[in-house]
């Protein structure tokens, strides 16, 4: 995987927002497009190649992005500990402060993570939150579906050190972030299984029938895994 390394670290060093950091979105689905049971249980997908790659692209970045719905199902550390790498910054997306007091993620081993929280949660959550071991970034909502403004949330990330962000889940938020444009590459890992499961997208990617379209693709096979990458194209 040295070529997709050294692709990735060419992209980010060639961009410069000054508004927000580089987004990689990354997950692994099965060959039906699955990346979880229809019951949002967590599913070993990708073979441990794969896994050791995943980890590798973590240390690459400075911040790792997941949402709620993540941290309730999988309970993951967000960490890098399949290869040698400095930890990423967690960030979760939880707009009501519910990631569990005895998550994981608040047991410090990859730093105090970032919740990204509604502005007007209660100071009682907030404080609950801050004592068991997490910085929470309060952020506006969209006006239209009272979800967290990520153009925002991209926005006070970047003003806090992350240049670097990679995007891991859930269906939600990948989905959010295509609908968004705040995409600048895809990495997808495509395992040889049937799932039948719940879909890494949950609504159309340009909000039309029109499919999005990728651009720069290259692919590599790791062990059986198939390892797609390639940039979006927004001109649909």
Known sequence: MENLAHELNRLMSSFDRPERPFVTVSY????????ATRRRRPLPISGPGTMRMTHGLRALHDGILVGI?????????LSVRLVDGP????????????TPLE?????????????VGAAENPQDKVTAMTAAGADVLPCRREAHDNRLDLTQTMRILHQ???RRLMVEGGA????????????????????PKLVGGLQVLTAPPNGSEAPMALTAIHYDRLEDDLVLWARPDWQI
């Open 28 to 35: 692994a689905q099965s060959i039906d497009g699955s990346i």
């Open 69 to 77: 719905e993540t941290v309730l199902a999988d309970d993951p550390q």
């Open 87 to 98: 930890h990423p910054q967690p960030v979760v997306l939880d707009t009501h402060l519910r």
């Open 103 to 115: 998550a994981r993620l608040l047991q410090g081993i990859a730093g105090r993570p970032w919740l």
């Open 160 to 162: 806090r050190g992350i």
């Open 172 to 191: 939600r938020v990948i989905t959010s972030f295509i609908r968004a444009r705040l995409v600048d590459l895809f990495i997808i890992t495509i395992a």
